[in-house]
């Protein structure tokens, strides 16, 4: 089963400094059909403008995951962590028993970005913060993990849930498959370009909640780059 989200239909916000479309109840925007998808809670698909960003500000038990789709975000926390991270990277923050942190746009363009919420396995613990590259060169026609949960995925940001965020870059034409499992639900954006998944169309930043699906074949109807979270 495949719930298609158009991104004309998201809630959001235009904050001037911060366009915001929200894929799923965030902040001022609430819809009770979509407040989560399984463990995944929060997908947001932000525009910061240059020179601006969030000031600091808290988060507890919550596994955040940004994934930069153009610019880069410069990030700094009271943990000690500071970082910039550049387009088709990620960074993670756990943010556990409690982290105070800032993000900002220091680029002389736009910063655009995905930003992912996954509710922890378990509450506190001490955050932490990592960033990583991953070349789009390396995960062209083939998922990369970019951050799970599971002891397996050596190469990924590590997140205290049992999940995992994958990305794939496809060329028009091409398909790559992704074995989910019935009992597993995945949620998916095309950061750009569209695609088909199970016969269902997907154009760029559209939504789309699976589940209840042993395999999800993905085909580019065009050039396309994929971010999926697979969940509980």
């Given at each position: ?5 158009p ?11 911060l366009?915001?479309k ?17 463990a ?30 153009e ?12 970082g910039?991270?550049?387009a ?19 680029e ?11 509710m922890?396995n ?34 990924a ?22 074995a ?10 095309p ?8 016969g269902?169309?997907v ?6 909640a ?23």
């Open positions: 089963m495949i719930e298609r989200r991104f004309a239909e998201l809630g959001g916000a235009d904050h001037g400094w366009k915001a929200h894929h799923f109840s965030f902040a001022e925007y609430y819809d009770p059909a979509h407040m989560s998808h399984g995944l809670r929060v997908w947001n698909d932000d525009e910061i403008a240059p020179g601006t960003g969030f000031p600091p500000h808290g988060h507890a038990n919550m596994e955040i995951i940004t994934y930069v789709r610019g880069a975000i410069s990030h700094q926390d009271n943990q000690g962590n500071s910039r991270t550049e088709g990277d990620v960074q993670v923050m756990s943010a556990g028993s409690g982290i105070r942190h800032a993000e900002y746009n220091r002389a363009t736009p910063t655009k970005i995905f930003q992912i919420w996954i922890p378990e509450q506190g613990g001490a955050p932490t913060w990592g960033a990583k590259p991953f070349p789009k060169a390396e995960r062209s026609g083939k998922f990369a993990v970019l951050a799970s949960g599971f002891s397996s995925d050596e190469d940001l590590p997140i205290r849930v049992d999940a995992r965020v994958l990305g794939v870059t496809l060329t028009a034409g091409q398909t790559v498959e992704y989910l499992g019935a009992k597993r639900q995945a949620y998916l954006v950061a750009v370009g569209e695609i088909e998944a199970n269902v169309r154009g760029a930043r559209d939504g789309a699976v589940s209840d699906t042993e395999l999800l074949k993905i085909t580019a109807l065009e050039n396309a780059e994929v971010i999926l979270v697979d969940v509980a």
